[in-house]
């Protein structure tokens, strides 16, 4: 069952009659209402009354404001204000930009800015390789989107998208020391986005595509490698990728399965889908079934488009047909990243024995944790309330820390899946289990680690 969490935190002001019983009258009132209190403060107090911010987790915005009603209902009981602390945090947004030299005087000012900079605007102009070490180009990186596919929310457009651009700026700064900035593209069209960046490049030493709608980020991505000479990564596709490869890596420890004997379905055949499908197939496993809202990809199944064609090409041995139930008979490990609510443990129990089960459809899996448990050894979910959160965090601020002090101008496989590992290895034997198979996001060990790794592959 969901639980109330920091995503829907409300803080509510109130007045309530200076008595011995109010603080417990108000907890009470939350606790009925199912809410969880985290913060209960006196800011003002007088003879007649007390004002108190009563902060608590709710479940969604319906359940914050029936918290609300709840404690208006209370005897003397005055509601002043409510306020959302998602939304406060993200007044006049989340980042900033700050100056790295001092401006404290003309001296500076002239090295800085006029005359001094034309020196060094010479400089590389004669010498256009000099603006990775002479400019900001050295560590930033531009996450762009079109907004056509924003978190599990859908095509809201690039206004909408910026507050997830501007957290992923935020990320890379505070993971990787990356200056990263949200470009949100207000166009869908795949040729003016291909040429959008082609024109933004020079001032960035890599590129996060992010949120950009399947097949179209396939071709955007491919093309605008074609193009640029600084990386280009779909962090949708490959950073998802690189955790869900890092958590099986150590789930396979746990149940002591080898890749090459495993039958492994993947659940959703998008962006992330065909990229963890991708990656995968770099290690040579058993076998891969792919599976989509219309059934198991295989190659006689008619309409498939040009990356389902790819995929049915190069997995499903046999060519099974039929729906993600049949898929799942057998198989070892299940990869979701798809819908939520496709199955429950009866299917989990058609597995194979030790079964591992990647539910990863946000908010709500594929398949209740908990169901999973009755059945599988391993459970993984995208969610931070339960254990084992597959996190993008985990691998995109290092993956471009390394790729910047690299200089590199590609990103390959290789690189790709040395950040998988780096990953994995940070959780070494002693901490490993079937309830910690990759570590925390906020592990500070662990950028530095996919950096080098990242940095060792791509200067090899």
């Known amino acids: 069952m969901p639980v ?188 003016e986005i291909i040429r959008a960046v082609e024109l933004i490049a020079p001032v960035y030493g890599g590129i996060n595509l992010e949120d950009i709608s399947a097949p179209r980020c396939f071709e955007i991505e491919a093309r605008l490698r074609e193009k640029l000479d600084i990386p280009v990564f779909h962090d949708d596709q490959h950073g998802t990728a690189i955790v869900v490869v890092a958590a099986l890596r150590n789930a396979l420890r746990v149940v002591g399965k080898d890749i090459k004997d495993c039958r492994i379905t993947v659940c959703g055949v998008g962006a992330a889908g065909s990229a963890i499908i991708r990656l995968l197939q770099a290690q040579t496993p058993g076998d891969i079934i792919a599976v989509d809202v219309d059934g198991i990809v295989h190659r006689d199944r008619p309409g498939l488009d040009a990356n389902l064609k790819s995929i049915a090409s190069s997995t499903n041995k046999d060519n099974q047909a039929g729906r993600l139930h049949d898929a799942l008979v057998g198989s070892d490990v299940f990869i979701g990243v798809s819908a939520p609510n496709l199955f429950g443990a009866a299917q989990v129990a058609t597995m194979a024995k030790d079964a591992i089960v990647f539910a990863l459809a946000n908010p709500d899996p594929e398949i209740d944790p908990m169901e999973a448990q009755q059945h599988a050894a391993v459970v993984a979910t995208g969610r931070s309330d339960f254990p084992n959160q597959i996190n993008n965090v985990l691998a995109f601020p290092g993956v471009f820390r390394g790729l910047l002090d690299a200089h590199a101008r590609t990103i390959t496989d290789a690189m790709l899946l040395a950040a998988a590992a780096a990953i994995a290895d940070v959780v070494d034997g002693d901490r490993l289990n079937a309830s910690f198979i990759v570590p925390s996001v906020f592990d500070n060990t662990v950028a530095p680690a996919v950096a080098e790794a990242v940095r060792k592959a791509a200067t090899s």
């Open 4 to 191: 109330p969490g920091p995503g829907y935190s409300i803080t509510v002001r109130l007045e309530a009659p200076p008595s011995a019983s109010a603080a417990g009258d108000l907890t009470s009132a939350v606790g009925r209402a199912g809410g969880v209190i985290t913060a209960f403060d006196v800011v003002e107090s007088h003879n007649d009354r007390v004002v108190i911010d009563l902060t608590c987790n709710a479940l969604s915005a319906n359940h914050a404001k029936d918290i609300t009603d709840t404690l208006e209902t209370l005897p003397g009981i005055v509601v002043r204000k409510v306020s959302d602390r998602t939304f406060l945090v993200h007044l006049g947004g989340k980042i900033e930009i700050a100056s790295k030299v001092p401006l404290r005087n003309r001296d500076d000012l002239s090295r800085a800015y006029t005359p001094g900079v034309a020196r060094v605007c010479e400089a590389i102009a004669k010498n256009p390789d000099d603006a990775r070490r002479l400019t900001i180009k050295r560590n930033t990186v531009a996450v762009v989107t079109d907004g056509s596919a924003v978190l599990g929310l859908g095509n809201l457009g690039p206004a909408a998208a910026l507050p997830v651009m501007e957290g992923k700026a935020a990320l890379f700064k505070k993971f990787a020391g990356v200056d990263a900035w949200p470009v949100c593209l207000d166009t869908q069209d795949t040729e």
